[in-house]
Every structure is written in structure tokens, then in C-alpha cells.
């Protein structure tokens, strides 16, 4: 049915949104590490460059250690996808936004 159809795209829409903004996050092997790389002094950079030896695992420090980093990442596609299922989901979907 259309309201199947319509949950299936506020899914789609949730994940690729999370995914994108938590790719952004600076920490090596993410995208986000080599934004941050070029932002950084050349000596500190090459220093921060370094770490992408280590793979995922400054990632799963980080999220053990302080998980509101990751959270704080991730806020802003939160904040994005709410505006844009506001103006969307309310109008099509007749029992309003998935649980």
C-alpha cells in the first residue's frame, strides 16, 4: 500500500542522512578525516594523518570513551530530517510519523 511505501522512503531517507553526516566525523578512516587533514597546520596534519594506520579503531575509542561525540555528529542530519518529513511525511501519511 501507498503508507508501506511511504514508511519505506522515511527509512531510506533516516539511513542515508545518518550515514552521510556520520561519514563527515573527523576521525580517520571517515571522509570527514581527510576535511579535517587539510584544515590542520602541515606538521599537525601529518601527525593527524598518521592515525589512519590504526583503522576503526580511533572510531570505537572514541564511541566507548565519549558517545556524545558521536551523537553531536550526528545532530544535525537528526535536526534535517525532521524539518524535511515535517513538511512532508504529515500531509501524505494520514497517521503521521513512524514510531
Not at 531517507?13 to 570527514?32: E, K, Q, R, T, Y
Not at 515535517?86 to 513512524?98: D, K, T
Amino acid at each position: 500500500t501507498l503508507e508501506i511505501l511511504q514508511r519505506m522512503m522515511y527509512y531510506g531517507m533516516w539511513l542515508n542522512l545518518v550515514l552521510a553526516f556520520f561519514n563527515l566525523i573527523p576521525i580517520p578512516p571517515l571522509d570527514g578525516s581527510h576535511v579535517f587533514y587539510h584544515l590542520l597546520p602541515p606538521g599537525a596534519g601529518m601527525q593527524y594523518r598518521q592515525l589512519q594506520r590504526f583503522g576503526f579503531l580511533p572510531i570505537m575509542l572514541v564511541s566507548f570513551v565519549m558517545p556524545g561525540v558521536i551523537q553531536f555528529f550526528l545532530w544535525p542530519a537528526v535536526k534535517l530530517m525532521r524539518v524535511a518529513l515535517a513538511m512532508v511525511i504529515p500531509v501524505a501519511l494520514p497517521n503521521g510519523l513512524p514510531s
